[in-house]
């Protein structure tokens, strides 16, 4: 896998997305400090210093648009679930779609933006972030519960070797990812899920859904038992 590093730049993904055609297939770009880091629906992902990992993923594995690309962000959530298992002895859990949560607080987030162009889908730039050393002082000008993995287990991290450890990660599971989908990873990401058979409410696009999440379908949407009926959500946040 090719890294580029960046020492400061807007956003990962954005300079992504301006360099989708010359940048190839899992090719990865950390930046050092991220100026305007986005998350979903416009909302911020906040810098807290350089030793935390601002990262986004080139992904064109399929020429066209494929059903496989809406579900890299959760294959990502569960990549760095498996590595905060088996290397910081830590217990993450996933909240739909793709929040990484230790101890109910959010340790990373995922963000994936798709690239057209004049019709032609041209690849992928799925962003993490993930707070490796943020201090909790750092973490109190967060607007939800969050945490890093050095506030969890006293540990500084090692920017590089938690970036390898990471990318290597997601290259070992990624051939069979790509053939078989989402339900390559679905018993693992339930098995971690934070909310399956809980009473839980959903907001889309602005709109509230409370139901009991009965599971994920074998495409990655939320099944929501709603009164009688089962709705399936493919977008939304868990609140
Ligand atoms: C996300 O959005 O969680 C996706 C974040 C993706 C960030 C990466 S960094 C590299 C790449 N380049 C980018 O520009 N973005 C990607 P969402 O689910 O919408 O959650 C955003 C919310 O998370 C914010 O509204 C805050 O409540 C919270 N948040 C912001 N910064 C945080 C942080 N450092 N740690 C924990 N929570 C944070």
């Not at 890299?72 to 679930?81: A, G, H, K």
């Not at 607007?143 to 500084?156: G, H, L, M, R, V």
Request: aromatic share 10%.
């Amino acid at each position: 896998m090719d890294i580029i590093r960046l020492k400061e730049i807007n956003s990962t993904n954005d300079y992504v997305k301006q360099n989708i055609q010359a940048l190839p297939n899992l090719t990865a770009v950390y930046a050092d400090r991220q100026t305007s880091g986005r998350g979903r629906l416009e909302r911020k992902w906040i810098d807290t210093g350089d030793d935390n990992l601002y990262l986004t993923i080139v992904l064109k594995p399929f020429k066209t648009i494929n059903p496989i690309y809406s579900n890299f962000t959760q294959y990502l959530s569960v990549i760095l679930v498996m590595l905060l298992e088996e290397e910081y002895n830590l217990s993450p859990k996933i909240k739909w779609p793709n929040d990484v949560i230790i101890n109910g607080k959010k340790v990373a987030g995922i963000l994936a933006e798709g690239t057209t162009k004049g019709g032609e889908f041209l690849g992928l730039a799925l962003g993490i972030g993930v707070n490796l050393n943020t201090t909790k002082e750092e973490l109190s000008i967060i607007d939800k519960p969050a945490t890093s993995i050095f506030n969890e287990t006293c540990q500084y991290i090692n920017k590089i070797e938690f970036l390898e450890k990471l990318l290597s990660k997601f290259c070992l599971l990624y051939d069979k990812f790509i053939v078989e989908g989402f339900p390559f990873i679905k018993k693992y990401y339930e098995s971690r899920a934070n909310f399956i058979n809980k009473n839980i409410t959903i907001n889309v696009l602005g709109k509230l859904h409370s139901g009991i999440a009965e599971g994920i379908s074998d495409d990655g949407s939320l099944l929501l038992k709603e009164d009688k009926t089962t709705s399936v959500y493919f977008i939304g946040d868990i609140l």
